[in-house]
C-alpha cells in the first residue's frame, strides 16, 4: 500500500499561482494512477485532477481546466498539481490520492480509492 503525503499548500491572493506536491513511500508507485480532490468548509469532497501511469494522460474539473496542470515524476515518487489564477471558490483542503485502476473514472471512485494523503489546506484571499 503506498503512503502519501501532501505538502505546498498556504495563503495566496486571487490571480496568484501555488504549486502542490503529493510524495508517495513505496516502489510501485508507478503502477498507480494518481489524482487530487479537494473538500472546501460544509461541501462534499470533490474531483479535482488524475493523471495515469505514465502520465501521458490527464483528466480535470471543468472547473479547474486551463488553469491547473497535474504531473508525475515516476523517479521521485511525486505528483504535482500547479494551480495558477487562482479564485477564492479554489480555497479548500486538497488531498493527494493513488489508486491502481484508471484515472478517467477516479472521480466517481474516490471513497473506494487506494491510498490518501492527510490534506494540505489552500486559502485563495479575494
Known amino acids: 500500500q503506498v503512503q502519501l503525503v501532501e505538502s505546498g499548500g498556504g495563503l495566496v491572493q486571487a490571480g496568484g499561482s501555488l504549486r502542490l506536491s503529493c510524495a508517495a513511500s513505496?516502489?510501485?508507485?508507478?503502477?498507480?494512477?494518481m489524482g487530487w480532490f479537494r473538500q472546501a468548509p460544509g461541501k462534499e469532497r470533490e474531483f479535482v485532477a488524475a493523471?495515469?501511469?505514465?502520465?501521458?494522460?490527464?483528466y480535470y474539473a471543468d472547473s479547474v481546466k486551463g488553469r491547473f496542470t497535474i504531473s508525475r515524476d515516476n523517479a521521485k515518487n511525486t505528483v504535482s498539481l500547479q494551480m495558477n489564477s487562482l479564485k477564492p471558490e479554489d480555497t479548500a483542503v486538497y488531498y493527494c490520492?493513488?489508486?491502481?485502476?484508471?484515472?478517467?473514472?477516479?472521480?466517481?471512485?474516490?471513497?473506494?480509492?487506494?491510498?490518501w494523503g492527510q490534506g494540505t489546506l489552500v486559502t485563495v484571499s479575494s
Open positions: 490520492a493513488a489508486d491502481r485502476l484508471g484515472a478517467q473514472t477516479m472521480g466517481q471512485r474516490y471513497p473506494t480509492l487506494d491510498a
Open positions: 493523471i495515469n501511469w505514465s502520465g501521458y494522460t490527464t
Open positions: 513505496g516502489r510501485t508507485f508507478s503502477s498507480y494512477c
